[in-house]
């Protein structure tokens, strides 16, 4: 298992890269196409998955790269926004990913709680993010969209952020 940036360098502990890993037992079914996430590595896979190892050597999956947005040149995970606005206990959930707003592209946030939190979600994301990180639209819902497998669906936040704006 190797964490890598997006140039193949080897990333430092503690830093963000992403996952490749190397097994004589891997299943070539696991990825659609020859290959999903191209590794720089002969005869490693590409997991897609983007994490970083700890001081105890334990390996943190944070992120995907399919879910990663970029505006310009910087890299944003939702992820590390979500959990920033998880803080907050009177949100049960949230959903952050980029969408089109007017002809470009826009990061916005769908997230579950009694109350509108919006202010009080910028207020707390600005101590932490840059201005461009934080989403510019927020959107108050019962329940955040799930699929079978009860994973967040994508589409279905980006239909909500688009139809309210």
């Given at each position: 298992m190797i964490l890598a940036d997006d140039d193949g360098n080897l990333v430092q502990n503690g830093k963000r890269g992403i996952l490749h890993i190397k097994t004589?037992?891997?299943?070539?079914?696991?990825?659609?196409?020859?290959?999903?996430?191209?590794?720089?590595?002969?005869?490693?896979?590409?997991?897609?998955?983007?994490?970083?190892?700890?001081?105890?050597?334990e390996l943190h999956i944070t992120d995907r790269i399919d879910d990663m947005i970029?505006?310009?040149?910087?890299?944003?995970?939702?992820?590390d926004i979500e959990a920033l606005i998880l803080q907050n206990e009177a949100i049960t959930d949230c959903a952050v990913t980029s969408y089109i707003y007017k002809e470009e592209n826009a990061i916005g946030c769908v997230y579950t709680a009694l109350t509108d939190q919006t202010n009080k979600i910028i207020r707390h994301l600005r101590k932490s993010l840059m201005?461009?990180?934080?989403?510019?639209?927020?959107?108050?819902?019962?329940?955040?969209?799930?699929?079978a497998r009860e994973k967040i669906d994508k589409q279905q936040?980006?239909?909500?952020?688009?139809?309210?704006y």
């Open positions: 004589p037992s891997r299943f070539v079914g696991y990825v659609h196409g020859e290959t999903k996430h191209k590794s720089l590595y002969q005869d490693w896979l590409n997991t897609g998955d983007v994490g970083f190892i700890d001081a105890y050597g970029v505006c310009g040149a910087h890299k944003i995970y939702p992820g201005s461009y990180e934080i989403p510019k639209h927020f959107v108050r819902v019962d329940a955040i969209p799930r699929n936040i980006k239909k909500i952020l688009t139809c309210t």
